[in-house]
């Protein structure tokens, strides 16, 4: 998606849940100054012509990873949860809230994690960004320059969803996505009513 296609919905976003654009930016260019590289065409390798999985980390998760198939997308967290199952996914989407030393392995191993800064986690991408020895692609929700992109999206699984479409996937199956979960608080609650408008505009109704 085109950011002046997604610009509209970004500011949308900002008036629902009373962020600050500012500070998007700001954490976009202290990632900027932290990222060792750009490895999105290894990104775009994994996905362009290729079916691709989306795996969010609802609580179903485990029971639907036998209809994974081709490139595997982790929204965040989800991606322990496939790698204790066996399964190394190829990229990672996160904001690193759900970051632990296991994220470091799977990258070293060769999965591309793709570190996304906001206004709310400077302090997660100061800590681990420089600790990403293997393939990194750093993005954003404002505008995007030099080496941070932003393919669309909000939160970790509809931003791996958006960037499965925008790099050219032939096929996107989501997993592991539960809109409808009631056990959670109300800021999650308004990340999964945008989640399920925003998959809509690619074509996913859940």
């Known amino acids: 998606m085109k950011f002046e296609e997604w610009e509209p919905l970004y500011e ?36 362009e012509g290729k079916t ?20 595997v997308l982790a929204a ?3 991606a322990e949860v496939l790698f204790g199952r066996g399964v190394r996914p190829d990229a990672v989407f996160t904001d690193l809230d759900g970051a632990t030393d296991v994220l470091l392995d799977m990258n070293e191993a060769g999965t591309v994690v793709v570190v996304h800064a906001h206004g709310d986690n400077i302090p997660l991408v100061r800590h681990w ?16 320059f030099g080496r941070i992109h932003n393919f669309g999206g909000f939160s970790d699984g509809d931003r791996a969803a958006f960037a499965a ?11 592991g996505f539960d809109l409808d979960d009631p056990d ?23």
């Not at 962020?19 to 775009?44: K, Q, S, T, V, Y």
């Not at 608080?185 to 945008?194: C, I, N, Q, T």
């Open 12 to 47: 949308e976003i900002l008036a629902y849940f009373a962020f600050e654009r500012e500070g998007d930016e700001e954490a976009a260019r202290i990632l900027a100054d932290l990222l060792p590289r750009d490895d999105l065409p290894a990104l775009r390798a994994l996905i």
């Open 129 to 144: 960004t420089p600790r990403f020895a293997g393939p990194v692609v750093g993005t954003t929700q404002a505008a995007p």
């Open 76 to 78: 965040d967290a989800a």
């Open 184 to 206: 959670v608080d109300p800021v999650k609650r308004g990340k999964l009513a945008w989640a399920r408008r925003l998959l809509a505009l690619l074509g996913h109704d859940l």
């Open 52 to 71: 691709v999985t989306v795996c969010g980390n609802a609580p179903c998760l485990p029971d639907e990873i036998e209809t994974i198939e081709g490139t």
């Open 165 to 175: 479409h925008d790099l050219g996937a032939t096929v996107v199956h989501l997993v």
